[in-house]
T-cell receptor, first 116, second 113 residues
Framework: DQQVKQNSPSLSVQEGRISILNCDYTNSMFDYFLWYKKYPAEGPTFLIS?????DKNEDGRFTVFLNKSAKHLSLHIVPSQPGDSAVYFCAASDNAGGTSYGKLTFGQGTILTVHP | ETGVTQTPRHLVMGMTNKKSLKCEQHLGHNAMYWYKQSAKKPLELMFV???????ENNSVPSRFSPECPNSSHLFLHLHTLQPEDSALYLC????????????FGSGTRLTVV
């Protein structure tokens, strides 16, 4: 039972355009969501997060949107740059109390390719 | 050294070998994790250590044996592995009660022959 799903294995975008990466989840107890970015031969690095009490969080070119009723979140990258080409993982946590270790459940990742 | 360091970066081992993966974090975090990444699959949580105590074993076969001697070091001891255990093994750390961002190491690419 995969609780976090990224249904698009890959996405190809032209430089300067918007990249939209999608993620769906099934566990209604998830209350914190994160996006990680991974380059080849490196570990994933934290990109942006959102709490379930919000529906949008923005950080520079990156914006994450959360639709709780649809159990769906998306990552928007505007404008996309060739250096954004990487694997993007969506992750979710159900330990929002702040007293736990915040175990993360990951999706399978989406390979983003931004063409010059 | 800063962040999370994993050694070795690459490992090829036979099914009868015994080897160990090492992870060290220099961030003062108090929780450490082992994840497995197989091709086209999600990152799979294997083990969680919280203040050096194992708090989760995600139904991992006994041929994988974790060890956490202190909050900064985490090992994964491997013995009699199968070819399907070939994967990228990632270590991560986080701060209990802090934000939920993990810091990952670069991983060990394991090939079982």
């Amino acid at each position: 039972d995969q609780q976090v799903k990224q249904n698009s294995p890959s996405l190809s975008v032209q430089e300067g355009r918007i990249s939209i990466l999608n993620c769906d989840y099934t566990n209604s107890m998830f209350d914190y969501f994160l996006w990680y970015k991974k380059y080849p031969a490196e570990g994933p690095t934290f990109l942006i997060s959102i709490s379930s009490i919000k529906d949008k969080n923005e950080d520079g070119r990156f914006t994450v949107f959360l639709n709780k009723s649809a159990k769906h979140l998306s990552l928007h990258i505007v404008p996309s740059q060739p250096g954004d080409s990487a694997v993007y993982f969506c992750a979710a946590s159900d330990n929002a109390g702040g007293t736990s270790y915040g175990k993360l459940t990951f999706g399978q990742g989406t390979i983003l390719t931004v063409h010059p | 050294e800063t962040g999370v360091t994993q050694t070795p970066r690459h490992l090829v081992m036979g099914m009868t070998n015994k080897k160990s993966l090492k992870c060290e974090q220099h961030l003062g975090h108090n929780a450490m994790y082992w994840y497995k990444q197989s091709a086209k699959k999600p990152l799979e949580l294997m083990f969680v250590y919280n203040f050096k105590e194992q708090t989760e074993n995600n139904s991992v076969p006994s041929r994988f044996s974790p060890e956490c001697p202190n909050s900064s070091h985490l090992f994964l001891h491997l013995h009699t592995l199968q070819p399907e255990d070939s994967a990228l093994y990632l270590c991560a750390s986080s701060q209990v009660g802090g934000t939920y961002g993990y810091t990952f190491g670069s991983g060990t690419r394991l090939t079982v022959v």
